[in-house]
């Protein structure tokens, strides 16, 4: 059973391809994170976690959300993080949850996507390198499911002493002060249709008056500005000029399909005639 959470749809994208490659079947927790809801998940086969990386780990929330709920069935636990480059101590924790879970850990291994933070300080990918991005990260799927499916472990990076001594303090002093609400606010263009209420993990958006309105509950996971249907949402003057992420605006570079990839040149000269 592949288990995930998803802002703006990488690790969704990545969390149904391993589902159709291992012929598992996928659960997006979203809304049971939403409503607390800790009801025991029953799998045959192993459990597979997938998660976005914010700020060098799994999403806190999610990991909390992990370690809560009861896994039962299968005793063989894998977890796949993806990030924009820097998975940070995820394995390390990851590990921890497992053990926590009494669960037999089978590796962890690390996927990059594009980066959907637009309104960090990094400048936005250009559209090769999110091409580049998601063709490697098809052929690492391929990888990953071959090794689930032979019941295999994965081979998961060695996390250094100095990455958690510097990660374990940072994270949550730059969750407090940096990933807040206040900046983001909604356009005339917004319809008051709440899906930026519906997709946000914490709860964190009521609409009022036909508009949204932003709490001090925060994670900065881009899941509201990402998938408002009518590009209503911004953050300060950032957005403006960097924009968005979802995956679905990308998708298209996988071609018609996307199990089968095909690599920037074969994949340019193909649509190109
Ligand atoms: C709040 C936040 C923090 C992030 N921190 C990191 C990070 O520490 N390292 C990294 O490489 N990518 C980081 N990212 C990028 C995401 O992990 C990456 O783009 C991921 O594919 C998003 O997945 P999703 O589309 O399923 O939400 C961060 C993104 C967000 C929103
Ligand atoms: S998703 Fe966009 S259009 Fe819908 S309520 Fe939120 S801001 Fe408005
Ligand atoms: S309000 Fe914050 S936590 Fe909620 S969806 Fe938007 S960015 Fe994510």
Same mark, same amino acid.
Not at 6 to 24: H, I, P, R, V, Y
Not at 110 to 130: A, C, G, L, W
């Given at each position: 059973?592949?288990?995930?959470?998803?802002?703006?749809?990488?690790?969704?994208?990545?969390?149904?391809?391993? =589902?159709?490659?291992?012929?598992?079947?996928?659960?997006?927790?979203?809304?049971?994170?939403?409503?607390?809801?800790?009801?025991?998940?029953?799998?045959?086969?192993?459990?597979?976690?997938?998660?976005?990386?914010?700020?060098?780990?799994?999403?806190?929330?999610?990991?909390?959300?992990?370690?809560?709920?009861?896994?039962?069935?299968?005793?063989?636990?894998?977890?796949?993080?993806?990030?924009?480059?820097?998975?940070?101590?995820?394995?390390?924790?990851?590990?921890?949850?497992?053990?926590?879970?009494?669960?037999?850990?089978?590796?962890?291994?690390?996927?990059?996507?594009?980066?959907?933070?637009?309104?960090?300080?990094?400048?936005?990918?250009?559209?090769?390198?999110?091409?580049?991005?998601?063709?490697? =990260?098809?052929?690492?799927?391929?990888?990953?499911?071959?090794?689930?499916?032979?019941?295999?472990?994965?081979?998961?990076?060695?996390?250094?002493?100095?990455?958690?001594?510097?990660?374990?303090?940072?994270?949550?002093?730059?969750?407090?002060?940096?990933?807040?609400?206040?900046?983001?606010?909604? =356009?005339?263009?917004?319809?008051?249709?709440?899906?930026?209420?519906?997709?946000?993990?914490?709860?964190?958006?009521?609409?009022?008056?036909?508009?949204?309105?932003?709490?001090?509950?925060?994670?900065?996971?881009?899941?509201?500005?990402?998938?408002?249907?009518?590009? =209503?949402?911004?953050?300060?003057?950032?957005?403006?000029?960097?924009?968005?992420?979802?995956?679905?605006?990308?998708?298209?570079?996988?071609?018609?399909?996307?199990?089968?990839?095909?690599?920037?040149?074969?994949?340019?000269?193909?649509?190109?005639?």
């Amino acid at each position: 059973m592949i288990l995930y959470f998803s802002a703006t749809g990488n690790t969704e994208f990545l969390a149904t391809e391993l =589902a159709k490659k291992t012929g598992d079947q996928c659960l997006n927790l979203l809304e049971r994170i939403k409503n607390k809801d800790y009801s025991e998940i029953y799998s045959e086969k192993p459990f597979v976690i997938c998660a976005p990386v914010y700020v060098c780990e799994m999403p806190r929330f999610f990991s909390d959300y992990i370690k809560k709920v009861p896994l039962k069935g299968c005793r063989d636990i894998y977890f796949i993080v993806n990030s924009a480059g820097y998975g940070g101590i995820s394995g390390y924790l990851a590990k921890k949850a497992a053990r926590h879970k009494k669960l037999r850990f089978m590796g962890y291994n690390e996927i990059v996507m594009p980066r959907n933070y637009f309104i960090s300080h990094y400048p936005v990918q250009t559209k090769d390198e999110i091409r580049e991005r998601l063709v490697n =990260a098809c052929e690492k799927v391929n990888e990953i499911a071959d090794k689930i499916k032979k019941g295999e472990k994965l081979q998961s990076r060695y996390i250094f002493l100095f990455e958690k001594i510097i990660t374990i303090p940072f994270n949550p002093v730059w969750s407090k002060y940096k990933m807040t609400a206040k900046a983001f606010y909604a =356009a005339d263009s917004c319809i008051g249709c709440g899906k930026c209420a519906r997709v946000c993990p914490l709860n964190n958006i009521i609409i009022k008056d036909k508009k949204p309105v932003w709490g001090d509950k925060c994670t900065h996971c881009m899941a509201c500005i990402g998938n408002c249907p009518k590009d =209503a949402i911004f953050y300060g003057n950032v957005t403006s000029e960097k924009g968005k992420y979802n995956f679905r605006d990308y998708k298209y570079m996988l071609g018609d399909n996307q199990s089968a990839p095909v690599k920037n040149k074969e994949y340019q000269r193909r649509k190109n005639g």
